[in-house]
């Protein structure tokens, strides 16, 4: 079955950066789209973007600048590398796969397999 693993979060300084990672097993890697979401206490699960097999790219408006999603089709991996943190990034992290609609790819329901999240906490 579909499996994918996160890891990377830790507790950083306001500033810091931090790349993200998601191995993916179970899957033909490279035909799938992968995707970086992420959910802070009490809010819901917001998207921060999204990369096709071949590379393409759609980030969520407010990730753009600061984010940057990649993937390595060779080690079934997407990472997530992240910028001059904020506060505000504190949340966990989720990869997600086997997108059901490529118009809604930043739409979470569009995803069929999810992780179980990795913590980014960052201090001020």
């Known amino acids: 079955q579909v499996r994918l693993v996160e890891s990377g979060g830790e507790l950083v300084q306001a500033g810091e950066s931090l790349r993200l990672s998601c191995a993916a097993s179970?899957?033909?890697?490279?035909?799938?789209?992968m995707a970086w979401f992420r959910q802070a206490p009490g809010k819901e699960r917001e998207p921060v973007a999204a990369i096709s097999g071949t590379g393409l790219l759609t980030y969520a408006d407010a990730m753009k600048g600061r984010f940057t999603i990649s993937r390595d089709n060779a080690k079934n991996t997407v990472y997530l590398q992240m910028n001059t943190l904020k506060p505000e990034d504190t949340a966990i992290y989720y990869c997600?796969?086997?997108?059901?609609?490529?118009?809604?790819?930043?739409?979470?329901?569009?995803?069929?397999?999810w992780g179980q999240g990795t913590q980014v906490t960052v201090s001020s």
């Open positions: 997600a796969t086997g997108l059901t609609d490529s118009t809604r790819r930043l739409y979470r329901r569009s995803y069929a397999f």
């Open positions: 179970g899957l033909t890697f490279s035909a799938n789209y």
